[in-house]
């Protein structure tokens, strides 16, 4: 029983950051669609884009800064940032290979990126047992 502790938390950290980052972009693009109910929708799209990107990406990374295991690190929020830009630059390389160079100079790549790490760095602290 003890061995399925840290998958738990792993998986937890994994669920509630897709989640709260799929709620805050979805409702963001529900007020800025002017409340147009449809717009609802994009909570589970990017909620599971979401869950793949940190799948990828912030699960490994998690894994491997576990071993500090101290929580509200802001050593490992600076990691998790970093390597948020380098996971929302691929997705805008693989989804449109022909303006990823535009892509770094869009104010939401920035905030895309600090709002995953700060989400998953978040929920991370939260679930991490010493």
């Given amino acids: 029983m003890g061995l399925y502790k840290p998958l738990d938390s792993y998986a937890y950290t994994l669920v509630f950051s897709s989640v709260s980052y799929g709620l805050i972009f979805g409702l963001y693009m529900f007020v800025y669609s002017g409340f147009m109910a449809i717009a609802l929708v994009t909570i589970g799209i990017i909620g599971f884009y979401a869950l793949i990107t940190y799948l990828v990406f912030a699960v ?3 894994m491997w800064l576990r071993r500090r295991g101290k929580k509200f690190n802001l050593i490992n929020l600076i ?8 996971a929302a630059l691929s997705f805008f390389v693989v989804t449109n290979p022909t303006s990823a160079l535009a892509v770094l100079k869009s104010l939401n790549y920035y905030i895309m990126s600090i709002v995953a790490a700060l989400i998953y760095w978040f929920w991370d602290s939260i679930f991490l047992r010493n």
Wanted: aromatic share 18%.
């Fill in 60 to 62: 490994p990374l998690q």
């Fill in 79 to 86: 990691i998790y940032t970093a390597i948020a830009f380098v």
